[in-house]
Nanobody, 115 residues
Framework: QVQLVESGGGLVQAGGSLRLSCAAS????????MGWYRQAPGKQRELVAT???????NYADSVKGRFTISRDNTKNTVTLQMNSLKPEDTAVYYC?????????WGQGTQVTVSS
């Protein structure tokens, strides 16, 4: 019933920036956290960044200082600002929203960083 729609992926050169956005198709109540995960070819899905409903953030060490996550709990949106992108950031990025009742996932959006 609830769908997460991601946007902002694409191709960018190393050192460039992208902003990923995710919006839920309908309101989600009791959101605990929102976040972004990524999966590179042949690799496991890994956490990139999360933000709780209270605003606490958590980042993978590999993206600290470069990525910034933000959210709007009222609108059920989450955004990932990615700066100083590196080729190793290339992956499919998945939006995640965790509520008290369910976890919701986007379909994934491709981010490719060229050297």
């Amino acid at each position: 019933q609830v769908q997460l729609v991601e946007s902002g992926g694409g191709l960018v050169q190393a050192g460039g920036s992208l902003r990923l956005s995710c919006a839920a198709s309908s309101s989600i109540f009791s959101i605990q956290s929102m976040g972004w995960y990524r999966q590179a070819p042949g690799k496991q899905r890994e956490l990139v960044a999360t933000i709780t409903s209270g605003g606490s953030t958590n980042y993978a060490d590999s993206v600290k200082g470069r990525f910034t996550i933000s959210r709007d709990n009222t609108k059920n949106t989450v955004t990932l600002q990615m700066n100083s992108l590196k080729p190793e950031d290339t992956a499919v990025y998945y939006c995640n929203i965790r509520s008290w009742l369910s976890d919701y996932w986007g379909q994934g959006t491709q981010v490719t960083v060229s050297s």
